[in-house]
């Protein structure tokens, strides 16, 4: 039996990366940019306000406060006409263009309205308590200018880079596509959700739960339904599964009469990789991968049926399996805490423990919650990371340090 080591390097060896696409930059979020990004535009477009304020010379406020005619006002989205000259100001908003032979705003909050010289603009006292040259102007093209490379191949596109993209007027992208994946359920004894389980059955809440997770890890996941265990619809199912990048199934992969899941991959041209890992939940994991024409391939992940075994086989093998695909490094996330109170292990395989992780004061806490084994999917409800514990027959007190795998 392998390590989760050894068989997660098989798993990330056949897991290349997508081909890049034009994507709409709308659909884009999260995905892996394939080319480099620049600026079609100067930003700020002008010379702008940063306030609402008055545009003044300097200057005119090196001895203290001094009235100023106000010549116009000019809002964003405006441009300015007269241009300023000493004594005079131009009342300005914030983004607006800076008008000619101004050099400095003055804020609202440091102004007062005098009464008015017949012109409707009025007159202005400025009081700021100093004035530098240049105070409250962001400068053309600061932020960019025209040409600049503003993103590069390589990075992932969240909330912010949308934005960016947006400024700099990109409608599509190119970037890596999610992974497409499907999941499959098998058992005869599965009804679905909206049903109500007859003698000897239960609701399919694998398909649900790993249709989710693979979402979270950034794939776009299809649901191929339930299939039973019999060789015609698990063939016919599986081969529906294999158009996607990614087949992940759940049960039929142990040792039981029914377990029919390896010999129907294998015969429909899936090359087993591995069965069974050294693992706790989760030993009977298959992974194996179809070639198909054209250089495409099929990652096949069959999950054991218990639920937390499928849970865990997902968040091990095939979250990974999923960022690689999208042309992104994974590295979980671990760290270590302190276990709240005596922990015994027993078992030859290391062993994933649904836990609480808790963190105060710079201080990690973690509490491996009391499980009634891998068909308990409640517990896991309360679970927030993965407590790992080694192989072997021990006990650890209270203050030992764990590693602990958060869970997303
Ligand atoms: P198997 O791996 O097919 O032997 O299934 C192991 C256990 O997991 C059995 O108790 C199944 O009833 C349960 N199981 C299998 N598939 C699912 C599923 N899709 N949803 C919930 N439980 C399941
Ligand atoms: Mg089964």
């Not at 000019?74 to 009342?91: F, K, L, N």
């Not at 909050?109 to 102007?137: C, D, F, K, W």
């Not at 693992?279 to 250089?295: E, I, S």
């Not at 270590?336 to 710079?362: I, K, N």
Request: aromatic letters at 4%.
């Amino acid at each position: 039996m392998q390590s989760v080591e050894e068989a997660l390097e098989q798993v990330l060896k056949a897991a290349q990366s997508r081909s890049p696409v034009k994507v709409p930059s709308r659909d884009a979020l999260g995905l892996v940019l394939a080319e480099d990004v620049a600026s079609d535009v100067d930003s700020p477009p002008h010379d702008k306000s940063i306030v609402d304020g008055y545009a003044i010379l300097a200057a005119d406020l090196a001895d203290g406060p001094a009235e100023f005619d106000v010549l116009e006002e000019v809002t964003a989205g405006d441009v300015p006409h007269e241009r300023v000259v000493s004594g005079a100001a131009v009342r300005i908003m914030t983004g607006a263009p800076l008008p000619e032979g101004a050099d400095s705003v003055v804020m609202v909050e440091q102004s007062e309205l005098r009464a008015g010289n017949g012109s409707t603009l009025g007159r202005v006292l400025l009081n700021p308590s100093q004035v530098t040259r240049g105070q409250n102007i962001m400068r053309r093209a600061v932020a960019m200018a025209r040409g600049d490379r503003v993103l590069s191949t390589g990075h992932v596109l969240r909330a912010i880079e949308l934005g960016l993209l947006a400024e700099v007027g990109r409608t599509e992208v190119l970037a890596i596509p999610r992974p497409r994946l499907a999941v499959l359920a098998t058992g005869n004894e599965l009804v679905r959700p909206s049903e109500k389980p007859a003698p000897g059955e239960i609701r399919n809440s694998n398909s649900p739960m790993l249709i989710a997770a693979a979402q979270t890890a950034g794939a776009e996941a299809i649901d191929l339904g339930i299939a039973r265990d019999e060789q015609r619809d698990l063939e016919q199912r599986i081969a529906q599964g294999l158009a996607a990048d990614v087949l992940v199934l759940s049960g039929g992969v142990s040792a039981g009469v029914l377990d029919l899941v390896p010999a129907v991959l294998s015969s429909l041209g899936v090359e087993p990789v591995f069965h069974k890992i050294r693992m706790k939940p989760g030993k009977p994991l298959w992974f194996g991968v179809k070639r198909h024409d054209a250089g495409r391939t099929t990652l096949v992940f069959g999950l054991p049926g218990n639920p937390a075994s499928s849970f865990v086989g997902f968040e091990v093998f095939v979250r990974p399996a999923i960022a690689k695909l999208a042309g992104r490094s994974f590295s979980p996330s671990e760290t270590h805490a302190q276990l709240t109170g005596e922990f015994t292990h027993r078992g030859d395989r290391p062993t994933y423990h649904p836990s609480v992780l808790a963190e105060q004061g710079g201080e990690r806490s973690v509490r491996p919650l009391r499980s009634q084994g891998s068909g308990d999917l409640r517990v896991w409800a309360e679970a927030n990371c993965l407590a790992c514990f080694p192989a072997g027959d021990y006990s650890l007190a209270a203050g030992e340090e764990v590693s602990v795998r958060k869970l997303s």
